[in-house]
């Protein structure tokens, strides 16, 4: 069995999550309850050469959904080690932000993650990307793995 993969489509790169840390114990268990999720969060990656295009695209959610713009991080912070800035949103808004991100990226970055109570798990095993994911530092992350 392969431990990681990576598969280039067009301007897309789809990677297999083991590739980058990323995984889940693959054991049978008792199904998670969506319901213990408080709401999500979309961390949108840009470096110099993107940060107009993030900044349309901030604006823009701002202006059309019920979201908290986080501040600017142009250096490092917690578990990002790049730039980046915050989208938050309550679970009723994640079908109309979403699909919006998807088509509206511009080439970003972005994670999606719920808020559960276990940090670790939100980044590394229960998230979503949209383009090619950065490398997070999970290690600082609380939560059990």
């Known amino acids: 069995?392969?431990?990681?993969?990576?598969?280039?489509?067009?301007?897309?790169?789809?990677?297999?999550?083991?590739?980058?840390?990323?995984?889940?114990?693959?054991?049978?268990?008792?199904?998670?309850?969506?319901?213990?999720?408080?709401?999500?969060?979309?961390?949108?990656?840009?470096?110099?050469?993107?940060?107009?295009?993030?900044?349309?695209?901030?604006?823009?959610?701002?202006?059309r959904f019920e979201a908290v713009l986080g501040r600017w991080h142009d250096e490092p912070v917690g578990p990002h080690p790049i730039s980046m800035f915050q989208v938050a949103f309550g679970v009723e808004?994640?079908?109309?932000?979403?699909?919006?991100?998807?088509?509206?990226?511009g080439g970003l970055r972005i994670l999606v993650h719920p808020e559960t109570d276990n940090a670790y798990r939100d980044h590394a095993i229960n998230a979503l990307w949209l383009g090619e994911p950065v490398k997070l530092k999970l290690d600082i992350l609380p939560g059990a793995r």
């Open 1 to 63: 069995m392969r431990e990681s993969w990576r598969i280039a489509v067009r301007d897309a790169t789809l990677l297999w999550p083991k590739a980058l840390g990323y995984h889940a114990p693959m054991t049978p268990k008792t199904p998670d309850d969506p319901a213990r999720i408080a709401g999500y969060h979309a961390h949108i990656y840009y470096d110099a050469g993107s940060r107009e295009t993030a900044a349309w695209l901030r604006q823009v959610v701002g202006e």
């Open 93 to 105: 808004a994640f079908a109309g932000i979403v699909p919006f991100l998807m088509l509206n990226r």
